[in-house]
């Protein structure tokens, strides 16, 4: 079984930044996609970026592209979601989710189900974007 913690969540002013940090263990990442969702009050969640974590290839949603990158430590199991430029409409519980991928691509991971088609989650990290 494959566990992820999240962590580095935090109030922030707007136009601040925040490192995001999703720590495996159980299992190891490779052959595995990353994807960071998040849940604003009242909404379903969205995807925000995925990572396949073999090759590195790389997601974003439009909403964040340019503002947000995401990373990943293969020596420390973790995946990274660097935020800048941070604005209210950013403010939301982030999730960290796993997939295998097989044959799907990280562009496909992240435009499927949180609930439905994901492998594994964490419990979430809070980011409030407020001044």
């Known amino acids: 079984q494959l566990q992820l913690v999240e962590s580095g969540g935090g109030l922030v002013q707007p136009g601040g930044s925040l490192r995001l940090s999703c720590a495996a263990s159980?299992?190891?990442?490779?052959?595995?996609?990353v994807g960071w969702f998040r849940q604003a009050p009242g909404k379903g969640h969205e995807a925000v970026s995925c990572?396949?974590?073999?090759?590195?290839?790389?997601y974003y949603s439009d909403s964040i592209k340019g503002r947000f990158t995401i990373s990943r430590d293969r020596a420390k199991n973790t995946v990274y979601l660097e935020m800048s430029g941070l604005k209210p409409e950013d403010t939301a519980v982030y999730y960290c989710?796993?997939?295998?991928?097989?044959?799907?691509?990280?562009?496909?991971?992240?435009?499927?189900?949180?609930?439905?088609?994901?492998?594994?989650w964490g419990n979430g990290t809070l980011v409030t974007v407020s001044s």
């Open positions: 989710t796993a997939r295998a991928l097989f044959i799907t691509t990280i562009s496909t991971m992240c435009h499927m189900d949180y609930s439905r088609d994901m492998d594994y």
């Open positions: 159980g299992l190891t990442l490779d052959y595995y996609g």
């Open positions: 990572i396949n974590y073999s090759d590195g290839s790389t």
